[in-house]
């Protein structure tokens, strides 16, 4: 057990909570542990503004595995979001865990205060999962102390690496923890749930105004949706939309809550198939990449991007065609604009059998 790099710790701080001016209030409504309410025993308690962020994705794990399997811990939650967080096979797991100054572990007698927990910090690297696993069962208690949460969050990031925080961070000032309200951010929520720390929550990359931005890349154990999509502010892509698993987190004003269901039939796995045609989804999503307004959602690509589509979609295709449709794009395009209408495709009235026609006086 040692503890943190100074240096690492100050960076880290100043990416969580903004820089060494620290709100006390804000931090001590992060001072809690995990523990679970006495009226229903798999159902985590809060006690003020702010962890939800952390409590949300941990009781997200505890509901999927409680349905799957019918046995759930904190212990063995944690563990899976430390899985899901670690950025590559070669990077180790950190474990940090608090520990007074006569070296009791989780134990706070004192005024919970941001130098009493850095001082305290202590961390212990982990290879494999066998030794994560003994390293987080043998240090569960802790998870309930009062510096429960922020040590599994400072384990979190401390895996992540802190460079590979900043590389998802759309912008080098933002911060995981508002340093004003104390809420946590977009990146933070994503980070627990897919292992990303991008602030957005579409699938794939957008290019807008030139500049590439980067969404959700797979699909997560745990879905994403917002009340802030029904007001027209952002939109869940589909991936957040349809985990892997029927538990989604629910965010709102001012809280994030956790629903789920056991149900798979609620989500589908729609991987792209190695041949044959795509499904519809698949086809809307491999042409919103192609779209060269994806920031106005103008609905259309390029006639030079249809043989990059199709491709997409194992479509086939010959050149024959593809040159066709260039012209067609191409006269198009010498048309004068006032005399240019809207075209919408209708799909082919389907075709009676008169035999089975009704007869005019039944209509």
Known sequence: MVAPCHKKLTELNALIWGGADLNEDIFQR??????FSPTEPTALMQDGGGPCAVLAPVQAVILRNMLLSGKFSTAASA???MTLVKP??????????WSSQNGEVGTVESALTP???????RSISASSLDELHGLIMSLAPELQSPFGVLCFLYSI?????????RKGMADETDTLIDPVHGHASQCLINLLICGQTTPYLFDGERTVSGITLTGIKRQPPTGFL?????LHYCESGWYLKNPSYPVWILGSETHFTVLASPELQ?????EMPSSG????????MEFAKLSADQDTKSGFITSTQLGKLLEALNIPFTEESLNAAYFIAECFSKLPKEELSLLAIFRPRPVVDSRSRPHPGNC
Do not use: M
């Open 157 to 165: 990031l401390f895996t992540h690496g802190l460079s590979a925080l």
């Open 30 to 35: 992060w001072c809690q542990g995990f523990y």
């Open 226 to 230: 917002t009340l802030f999509e029904a």
């Open 115 to 121: 130098s009493l927990f850095f001082e305290g910090l």
């Open 79 to 81: 563990e899976d979001i």
């Open 266 to 270: 609620l989500v589908s796995k729609e």
């Open 88 to 97: 590559n096979a070669e990077t180790q797991w950190t474990w940090v865990h």
């Open 277 to 284: 045609t795509a499904t519809i989804r698949q086809a809307e």
